[in-house]
């Protein structure tokens, strides 16, 4: 008896063990077919990203990299990206061109400048491989003075160029304000200010703070809406900032890098304007980057392709695009039917002219943007120190930044564009580079032939072959006659034109080259503490909620900070929204299927 039990006993385990095994085998089974939809491979999740600026461009990256980063423990699905530019090229605001038509000499047209603590750019410059220059400027060998302020009668500052080689020829406004017993501690108080609204700004990058669904509760929880909600004149006066150090240096940064006085630009970004320790750029072009986040990443890239409409279909959640290029349009219907699960819209919703149906339930508030004048030009003359009061044979500093008097300060504070301006009429003019394009980057090896060369040509160029690069930017288009009294050559345009001068007439003697751009460069950063989120909304469930239907928003960001690393940033935020609830999409129809077996 005890022998059979023992017997049937062990017959049963047996079995019951094979039974376990054999139910493990057709679970794994049931869940591999359950886990595979019907269709032979996993559809992936469809994301379109409308604009290829540094917006578009760091949430394609970001897209990629999270998703392969957080991939659930089963087989998570794969992320296919769709690029849309109505530019022909990537970068948006951020694009160079070449002087004298030269591809040696390419310059930015838009932004220029980053610094280190912008992680993004930072981190993509060094993991694409990209050369950064510290060197913004190249000083003229023969000037005395790297950069002057003026207000429109004096100059109220000048900093002489070092001498020194190695280091960087413009070290920012701390090494010069260090020699300065003219403003007391304000440098000092200006840049613990600086330092600490910096600190803040940094936690946007990092748990708890990231990821962000709405930029006011970060600004909150960040306690930077005390520098955002006022000007950058009051928000230096509470740190104690004399008005002096902020009239005639910072007032300088605000007009230079957002063409506003202190009383039209908030305090935080007119602190930013003061972070440039670290300042570099990328050697060949900042839209290097972006090139390389998106070309990297995308699956597919459409340039020339505007987007003029986003039809959302209720039925099945998903989007369809149109786009003004109808090649385009034929090969999305043909190969998927142009069919997307999640929308991005990188670019400034009033500037984008998209018609999203249904209507969105709110849309994003119109803000105004800076109507900046950029021009571009090349010439054989330096600045001409009579147009600025100076007698014939004074330097003229080589870039030139504008302040405003005392009183003037207070008057046009506030206001916008040429009624901002003020006596100077422009607000930078910077000598970029000096050209020599006989012999720039002319390499006579033992196989090259030198014998192009001009005879008289040295290595270090002749003088007739020296043109100095210009950067000149304005609230108005310039007009001749402004130029040729800038550069001090002579020139009168036609009587019969008198209200129509523009640049184009000019002798190419004079002006050998020239690049004119209108921007819409950056929003007037006006006080704010509340700002646009990263949704649009069609259903109440969105908008009351914050559950996404499906589409985000990128440039809410600029009201809070206008620069590529804040656009970047926003797009690394999206990216990680979009990937966190693509998961908890596929953990709940996880837990679903598995409650069901
Ligand atoms: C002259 C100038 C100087 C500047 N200096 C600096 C600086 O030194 N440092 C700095 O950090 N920042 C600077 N900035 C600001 C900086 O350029 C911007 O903050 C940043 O580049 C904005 O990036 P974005 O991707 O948000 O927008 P954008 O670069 O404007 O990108 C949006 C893209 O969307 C595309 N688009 C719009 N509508 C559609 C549509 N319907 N379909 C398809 N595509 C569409 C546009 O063509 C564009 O390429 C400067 C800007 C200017 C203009
Ligand atoms: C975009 O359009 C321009 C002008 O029509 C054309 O020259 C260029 O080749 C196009 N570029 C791309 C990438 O389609
Ligand atoms: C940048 O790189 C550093 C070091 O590799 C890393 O710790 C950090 O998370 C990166 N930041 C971003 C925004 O990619
Ligand atoms: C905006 O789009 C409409 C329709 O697509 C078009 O008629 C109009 O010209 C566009 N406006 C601008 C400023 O591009
Ligand atoms: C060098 O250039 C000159 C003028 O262009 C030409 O006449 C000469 O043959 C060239 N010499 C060689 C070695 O290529
Ligand atoms: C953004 O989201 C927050 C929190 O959900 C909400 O209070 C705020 O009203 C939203 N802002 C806008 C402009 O819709």
Known sequence: MLYNTVLAHAIVTVLYLQTLALAAENSQTLLNADSIPPQPRQRPHRVAIIGAGAGGSSTSYYLQRFSQQHSLPCESTPI???????????????????????SRYPVELGASIFVKINHILYNATRDFGLTASVKIYQSAPDSKYELGIWDGNDFVFKAEREDDEDRSSWRGWWDIAKLLWKYGLAPIRTRQATKKAVGEFLKFYEEPIFPFSSIGEAVDATGLHAYTGLTGKDVLQEARVGDLFSREIIQASTRVNYASNLGGIHGLETLVCMA?????????????????????????????????????????????????????????????SAEYDTVILAAP??????????????????IPYVSLYVTLFTSPHRLSPAFF???????????????????????????????????????SIST??????????????????????????????SEEDTQYLY???????????????????????????????????????????????????????????????????????CSSHGISDGAYYLSGMESFISTMETSALAGMNVARLVVRDLHDEQELKELQSDMEL
């Open 389 to 427: 009061g100076l007698d014939s044979q004074a330097d003229v500093p080589l870039s030139v930044l504008t302040t405003l008097s005392l009183d003037l300060s207070d008057e046009l504070g506030p206001r916008r564009g040429v009624d901002a301006v003020g006596p100077p009429g422009f607000w």
């Open 349 to 366: 919703y009033q500037f984008a002219n998209i018609t999203f149906s249904p209507p969105l339930i709110t849309v994003p508030q119109k």
């Open 80 to 102: 296919h990206i769709t690029v849309f530019d109505s530019n022909p090229y990537v970068g948006g605001r951020t694009t160079t061109v070449n002087a004298l038509d030269d």
């Open 432 to 461: 970029l580079r000096v050209l020599h394009p006989k012999t720039d980057g002319v390499f006579c090896g033992p196989t090259s032939n030198c014998t192009e060369l001009p005879a008289g040509a040295g290595a270090d160029g």
């Open 276 to 336: 440039i320790e670290g300042a570099m750029a990328i050697e060949d072009g900042n839209w290097h980057i972006f090139d390389e986040m998106v070309r990297s990443t995308a699956d597919e890239l459409f340039l020339n392709a505007t987007v003029t409409d986003v039809v959302k279909d209720d039925k099945k959640g998903t989007f369809q695009l149109k786009t003004a290029n109808e090649d385009i349009n034929r090969r999305l219907t043909m190969e998927y």
């Open 471 to 541: 950067k000149i930017f304005s609230p108005a288009p310039l007009t001749g006659t402004f130029l040729s009294s800038l550069l001090g050559f002579q020139y009168s345009p036609e009587p019969e034109s008198k209200h129509d001068d523009p640049l184009s007439r000019l002798p190419k003697s004079e002006i050998t080259w020239l690049h004119e751009k209108h921007w819409h460069s950056y929003p007037y950063e006006l006080p704010r503490t509340t700002f646009e989120n990263f949704t649009l909304c069609s259903t109440e469930s």
